[in-house]
């Protein structure tokens, strides 16, 4: 693919790396590619007007946007599509492989802070793009969530649980990791593979080598079956200054390996609402994380909590925010990674997000009928099986929870 940056709204006549019709990559009066007097780490702000970079255009990028442009504040996005949903609304747009430098190089230049939307993001341009302007997140969080096996081991470091694991690099290791974990098991690839791709469901009838067969990875992470009451996460931001603030935790529900439905609050006791909390704080700090951290949890039957995944980025589950809260998950990124002070994640109502799947979308015409319902499309030319399309929220008055 070859490079090139693009205004919003045009797609023809770029030269390769060209950065026609983005402004020279900063506020009035910082000069292209400069991050004078904001340097990484630094709690000084970056103010509005300048160009926040984000890689990847799906719709977590278009949605930070949205929020962005609502502060003041300009957008790049770095995809591989123009068509994709943070294109759509970026204010410009780098179409080029993750791998490519030069244009990595000229997208650098042209912002003053990058963000990222998404994990399955090549570790090494991640890297390189941190040398030359701040990433915030930085690389070391993605790193670790890029990897099941690196994740586990990281938040059990923490001293906080998760459920039994164990790494698996062949059918003898899986036998061996079967005989201390037991079954039921799930088997899951080290990278990649999410909304229940790159897992296998292991009980007393599969062969490990059957197992280790269909998972068709060099490297694998065994876990226990969790039996759990629900299924829960909480999402957390983490300012320059180490100041976080955490939305109330919210239940999940799945359909087909796919979230369907948040519920925000969750039903919770008091306590376990807290400790929730407190543990998406504790790994926050631990990652030294500038901008924001989803943090999903089982609540065992006994009520323990079991950390499962971690993703340092806006996370599906907290869309209802943009609704009932004060402060919606994707301002909050932005207050975040620009050094600005955190805005309150305060709910003034509670609310129900229902993902739009595949062909749900199309019920737009109904959706748009209902007063209270709140319709959030992602710009998506092509409803597939499976793919987000969109998501509606309805509210409520606010619980005691």
Wanted: net charge positive; charged share 20%.
């Amino acid at each position: 693919m070859t490079a090139a940056t693009i205004p919003k709204g045009s797609t023809k006549g770029v030269p390769k790396g060209s950065t026609k019709g983005v402004p020279k990559g900063s506020a009035k009066g910082v000069p292209k590619g400069s991050t004078k007097g904001v340097p990484k780490g630094s709690a000084k702000g970056i103010p509005p007007g300048s160009i926040i970079g984000i890689l990847g255009g799906g719709q977590l990028g278009r949605m930070t946007a949205l929020a962005a442009s609502r502060l003041g504040y300009k957008t790049h996005v770095f995809c591989q599509d123009p068509d994709e949903p943070g294109a759509q609304v970026a204010a410009a747009t780098t179409l080029a492989p993750f791998t490519d430098r030069s244009a990595l190089t000229d997208f650098a230049r042209s912002i003053q802070v990058a963000t990222f939307e998404f994990e399955n993001i090549p570790l090494a341009p991640v890297r390189d793009l941190a040398r030359l302007v701040a990433v915030r997140p930085g690389p070391r969080a993605l790193e670790i969530a890029q990897d099941r096996l690196k994740e586990k081991d990281f938040v059990t470091a923490q001293g906080i649980a998760t459920t039994a694991y164990g790494g698996v690099g062949s059918e003898a290791e899986l036998g061996a990791a079967l005989a201390s974990i037991g079954t039921p098991a799930v088997l899951k690839t080290v990278r990649l593979g999410y909304d229940g791709k790159g897992q296998v469901k292991i009980d007393a009838a599969i062969r490990p080598e059957q197992a280790w067969r269909a998972l068709g990875a060099e490297i694998g992470i065994l876990e226990a079956f969790v039996d759990f009451e629900r299924e829960i996460s909480v999402i957390v931001a983490r300012g320059v200054d180490g100041r976080t603030e955490s939305y109330v935790p919210v239940e999940n529900r799945h359909v087909h390996h796919i979230l369907d439905t948040t519920i925000a609050p969750a039903d919770l006791p008091s306590a376990t609402a807290s400790q929730a909390r407190a543990i998406a704080e504790t790994l926050a700090h631990a990652l030294d994380l500038v901008g924001l951290l989803a943090v999903e949890m089982f609540v065992a039957g006994d009520g323990r909590l079991l950390v499962n995944e971690l993703a340092p980025r806006p996370h599906n589950s907290g869309h209802w925010t943009i609704d009932a809260c004060l402060t919606s998950q994707f301002e909050q990124l932005v207050r975040a990674i620009c050094g600005l002070p955190l805005g309150s994640p305060e709910r003034h109502s509670d609310a129900v997000m229902t993902n739009l799947i595949g062909d749900q979308a199309g019920r737009w015409p109904e959706i748009l009928a209902d007063p209270t319902a709140k319709l959030h499309l992602y710009g998506k030319r092509e409803a597939r099986p499976g793919r987000k399309m969109g998501h509606v929220t309805r509210l409520r008055p606010r619980s005691d929870r």
